[in-house]
């Protein structure tokens, strides 16, 4: 997402709200074939998320009917809780700060069996640069479906985006995968 703004001399805080709304605004068709695709198919959805703060959980939420096919979703922002909540590997996220590949997939893996659904989304990463990250934003996230991992991937910001606005890129980044998964999976219904 880009912001654009004209005003010289936007605070921070402002451009945080504007952000946000943005963010509602664009997403609004995204909410409503998300939530209609799943309606349509009866199949259910949860989320595991670290770097998104929930922001994931909010969108979904959002959507029509939700509580028809968003079964829920866990923010574990810790390795303990993400141990503990998402049978995560301690050894494994211990060295690498709880953020890869493999990590992302066990959470996705792991909150679909918890919440029992056809599908799972994960997202793990840094909204802010840390020693950690080498001082990079970066987030790894996965699209589980009926116990299979079908998207893993990495997604890379510049170092000098404001955290709110990377983990709302993450979150409509993430959600637009997730349309184009529901895409591919409504072709493969309509070939059989």
Known sequence: ?????????????????????????????????IGNYLLEVEETVSVAESVSSGFLQFSFS?????SKFFKGG????TLDEKVRLLNVDEAEAASCDCVSPNIAETMALNVAKSFKTDWSIAVTGYATPVPESNQKLYAY???VYKGQVILSEK????????????????????LGCFKLELDKQNEKRSIS
């Open 1 to 33: 997402m880009i912001l654009k703004h004209s005003k010289i001399g936007v605070s921070s805080e402002e451009l945080s709200v504007r952000s946000l709304i943005y963010f509602i605004i664009e997403l609004q068709n995204l909410f409503e074939y």
């Open 62 to 66: 959002q959507m029509k009917d939700a």
């Open 74 to 77: 866990i923010t574990a922002y």
């Open 141 to 143: 996230f996965s699209i």
């Open 155 to 174: 997604l890379d910001l510049h170092s000098r985006t404001k955290q709110v606005n990377a983990q709302l890129y993450y979150t409509e980044f993430i």
